[in-house]
């Protein structure tokens, strides 16, 4: 529910709403962190039992010309300095019914000055001491107050140094959200599915040792011995190996994503920001010791035809979003053939902070 569709219901049906539930959905409405400055609390007159924490709600609050608009008036029932649950003493509630019975407002308004403040502190008190409503008033202060949860649920990811989560490209958001599943250990690849499917919205799928070409350094390199030069590592079945980079079947997993509509599918190219984003995010829960790809699959029926039109939109690219048609009929099988490598979105982002150019793609092209 969207605080405007919450808003909305409240005014319609005030008395389904807890006090706490009303006093959030007027703080996001308003943005702002404090209760008093969310709402204008006004206390029952009568000695009639309050049907409910939110007896009335009145939205259109009338200001002078050159005044700010005023809050919403909230007259609750739980509390208050007169009414059935009012701590004067009974006569002052008398004493009040008989004022407004001749139509005056004066004694009402004096006494709902003098106990708004009350019931805001209680609502103010109601926020500190609930970890989810204290959270929401630090984003909603201006400037954004230091969040004590949020610091705790970074410090639980890891991410807790001030400027490190600052740096994902994804944001502190995410992390602050999947906590549980950045806390837990070990990260298991069905929690790293279920992570970027929420986030995604999109049906994930891990391919685990899917494997990556590592580049052996010169010094530990294979050599026979020519000359005064010794040989090294040259032992058949024990150490050798040949060429400049070793396969490595543990060291790469691929994250397989759909099948996708087009419009999906296009959001998760390279120099899109949404793959970006799901880089980073999956950078931050991976490491920096495993590599990964991300494979956006672009469902069988929103392949498109390749035509090199310069007019197209979204334009053909190569190795991107083409592919040659088929001779036997339409297309039967999703298209799964896109697979782009996270060090390569790192390091043509300015933005995030690149690897070492280490990992190769089964085609040989280097990170």
Known sequence: MTARSALARLLREPRRFRFDAAVRVLMHAARRADPADAARFRSQPGLAFPPADIV????????????????????????GLTGS?????RYYTEVLSL????RSQSLHRFLDMLSHRMVALFARAGIKYRLHRAADAAVLSNPPAPDAVGAALLALTGYGTPH????????????????????????????????????????VEVEQFAGAWLPIPPDQRSRMPKGRLPGQFNRLGVD???????????????????P???????????DRPALRRLVSLVRAFVGFETAFAVNPVLAAAAVPELRLDAAADPPPRLGWNTWLPTSGGPRRRDAAEAIFEAEIVEATDPGMTPLRPTIFQNTGLAA
Do not use: C, N
Request: proline fraction near 10%; charge should be positive; glycine fraction near 8%.
């Open 164 to 203: 490190m989560a600052g740096r994902l490209a994804a944001g502190t958001d995410p992390l602050l959200h999947y906590a549980g599943l950045f806390a837990a250990r070990p990260r298991s690849a069905d929690r790293l599915a279920a992570l970027v499917s929420d986030w995604l919205g999109r049906t």
């Open 260 to 270: 996708l509509d087009r419009a999906a599918f296009e959001a998760l190219l390279p």
């Open 240 to 258: 050798a190996a040949i060429g400049t980079r070793a396969w490595d079947v543990q060291a790469r997993i691929v994250l397989r994503v759909g």
């Open 56 to 79: 009335a709600i009145r939205p259109d609050v009338p200001a002078q010309a050159d005044a700010p608009p005023k809050p919403p008036e909230l007259t609750v029932g739980l509390m």
């Open 99 to 102: 004022t407004l019975r001749d």
């Open 85 to 89: 649950s009012g701590v004067l003493p």
